[in-house]
């Protein structure tokens, strides 16, 4: 079915989704970057003054570290939800069963942040399972429409005949010969060239559809593996140098941040070891992305699903990466729209109609 026939529902509803999901990410965000403010630090100290937050065991610190923690998760669920919203329009039914899962934690996490838009969110996601969005998305609106199901009192389905009223008479059959085997066939006209028994071929059932040009959406998946791959390739190389040539303002940094290092009999020789093998196995992670990338662009299927597990594991080690560099939302966001770009039906369809598996 095409998007013309896209009931009002699920256009409601997504537009629901995008719109709440980008206004609980800036409100998340002003939430974080007001925290240390004297308002805030004053609320907080008279919440925990006050039952039922004295008997919480918290101190101020404590609290502030769960609003960064909550505002953080609230921030990166809406920016996956604003996606699969959009993905949801294209007729995705992964993406309304990924809104499905991500709507609990929208919401929980949302009502730290003022609740309303969260709450938004997570009611359009239920309307996308109500009819007849549920049927948009199982493919038996069309079906419905043939057979009158659902209609008002008196209309009748399309291609039906209302009561008390003449059908029109059937269309004259085709002049027909006789073929050398004895069996009547209908006569070619002008026009295409005609399939077999005389139809043709382009109203045949089954009839191949153009997929020879590129969809946009496996250009825009490759063009952010690429980028994001090559930047972290460049930011773990300059680290990697930094520490080569300087590791004296790395250690530095290290203990600075964690001054339990040296208690705990972690020495500089171990932590340099340790960094150099992250670096490089990122190094190799990001390279084989790039010729993931590669692959996909020159149509490999199984290019494809390699590249959406290295999207979705990424995404998952950069969400929790996020909970103490905020900075990290970014590549997480390049992450989840590329795993989004990766699963679209005519990706998928585009991919399929290559012999190359």
Not at 7 to 15: I, L, N, S, Y
Not at 84 to 91: I, K, T
Request: with cysteine.
């Amino acid at each position: 079915m095409s998007a013309s026939h896209r009931p009002r529902q699920v256009t409601f509803a997504a537009g629901l989704i995008m719109t709440g999901s980008v206004l609980v990410v800036l409100t998340a965000w002003e939430r974080i970057s007001g925290l240390h403010t004297l308002e805030t630090q004053d609320s907080v100290e008279k919440f925990l003054s006050t039952p039922p937050g004295d008997s919480l065991g918290l101190g101020v610190e404590g609290v502030l570290g769960i609003l960064r923690v909550t505002g953080m998760i609230a921030a990166a669920c809406a920016t996956a939800t604003a996606i699969l919203g959009f993905q949801v329009l294209q007729r995705s039914r992964s993406a309304r069963v990924g809104l499905s899962i991500l709507a609990l934690p929208v919401f929980v996490t949302g009502l730290l942040t003022g609740g309303l838009m969260s709450s938004m969110v997570a009611a359009a996601s239920v309307m996308l399972w109500l009819p007849p969005a549920r049927d948009w998305f199982n493919g038996r609106e069309g079906m419905k429409r043939l057979t009158g199901e659902g209609l008002p009192t008196g209309q009748v389905p399309p291609g039906e005949v209302p009561p008390g009223q003449v059908p029109p008479a059937p269309p004259l059959s085709p002049t027909t010969y006789a073929d050398p085997s004895g069996q009547p066939r209908a006569m070619q006209g002008f026009g295409e060239p005609a399939g077999p028994g005389g139809v043709e071929q382009s109203l045949l059932p089954g009839s191949p559809t153009d997929v020879s040009s590129r969809p946009s959406a496996v250009m825009w998946a490759c063009l952010l593996a690429w980028v994001c791959s090559g930047l972290a390739i460049a930011l773990m190389a300059t680290s990697a140098a930094i520490l080569a040539v300087s590791p004296g303002v790395v250690f530095d940094e290290l203990h600075r941040q964690n001054p339990d290092l040296a208690g705990q009999g972690v020495s500089d020789d171990a932590l340099r070891i340790a960094t150099f093998v992250m670096v490089g196995l990122a190094v190799i992670w990001c390279v084989l992305a790039i010729v993931l990338g590669v692959l996909v662009w020159r149509r490999v299927a199984w290019a494809r699903r390699g590249l959406a597990v290295s999207a979705s594991a990424a995404a998952v080690m950069l969400l929790v990466a996020t909970l103490g560099q905020p900075v990290l939302v970014l590549p997480l966001a390049a992450a989840v729209v590329t795993l989004a770009l990766l699963v679209r039906p005519d990706v998928k369809a585009w991919f399929g109609a290559t012999p190359t598996q």
